[in-house]
């Protein structure tokens, strides 16, 4: 892990891979709870953290430059959500070729990962999964939609996600949840936060 400046006020924690940005992530979290560490916001992202409203961004990266990866913990269970799927989505042969199983397989495979929000990003909501082993990630389509519907279920690269709202969007999708992934009248606005765990579970359609 490295660090850089990110504005007065901000410094930016380069992690080697998404284990390593939950651990630093969730000793960044411990440290703010505790007192420890005096911060407006904590953001993980693919390969990053950004640790924000920092009094003093060069004592902290001082500080964090002592520790080293292995001494940061690994992340505490996050709670659980269980998101019922109806698998019917327009990809979910393609991922069945690419997985090299049938649909049913891409169904238990999918429903039988424990999945972690690891970020949010893209758009208010969107959680990105982690979960599924490495030779299972899958690639983008090549054009993507004009219009994805809220609800939708897809998988790009390493990553599952559930669209929250309607967008454009070139993940491939396999199925299509009920669950409301955004609310801005809720406490916390977003249903998947990082750490959250998540289930899916598959439902008729």
């Known amino acids: 892990m490295r660090t850089r400046p990110a504005g007065p006020r901000a410094i930016l924690l380069e992690c080697a891979d ?3 940005v939950a651990a630093w992530h969730a000793e960044l979290r411990r440290r703010l709870d ?3 560490l005096v911060a407006t916001d904590l953001v993980p992202a693919a ?3 950004l640790v924000d409203g920092v009094a003093d961004p060069a004592g902290l990266a001082e500080s ?3 520790m080293s ?3 940061a913990a690994p992340p505490e269970p996050g709670t659980a959500v269980e998101l019922d799927c109806v698998y019917d989505g327009p990809d979910l042969a393609e991922v069945a070729e690419l997985w090299r199983t049938s649909v049913d397989g891409v169904v238990a495979r999918h429903t039988g990962t424990e999945f972690r929000v690891a970020f949010c990003g893209f758009s208010p909501g969107f959680g ?3 979960g599924l082993p490495a030779e299972f990630a899958v690639p983008r389509r090549d ?3 004009p219009r994805v519907p809220a609800g939708a279920v897809g998988l790009a690269g390493e990553y599952s996600g559930v669209y929250p709202s309607p967008s454009p969007g070139g993940w491939r999708l396999i199925g299509r949840t009920g669950a409301v992934l955004f609310d801005p009248s809720a406490s916390p606005p977003a249903l998947l936060t990082p750490g959250t765990r998540v289930r899916f ?3 008729p359609g």
């Open 18 to 20: 998404a284990a390593e």
């Open 34 to 36: 505790s007192g420890a």
């Open 47 to 49: 390969r990053t953290v």
């Open 64 to 66: 964090l430059a002592t």
């Open 69 to 71: 990866a292995g001494r």
């Open 128 to 130: 990105y999964l982690t």
């Open 143 to 145: 054009s993507p939609r």
């Open 201 to 203: 579970r598959a439902v």
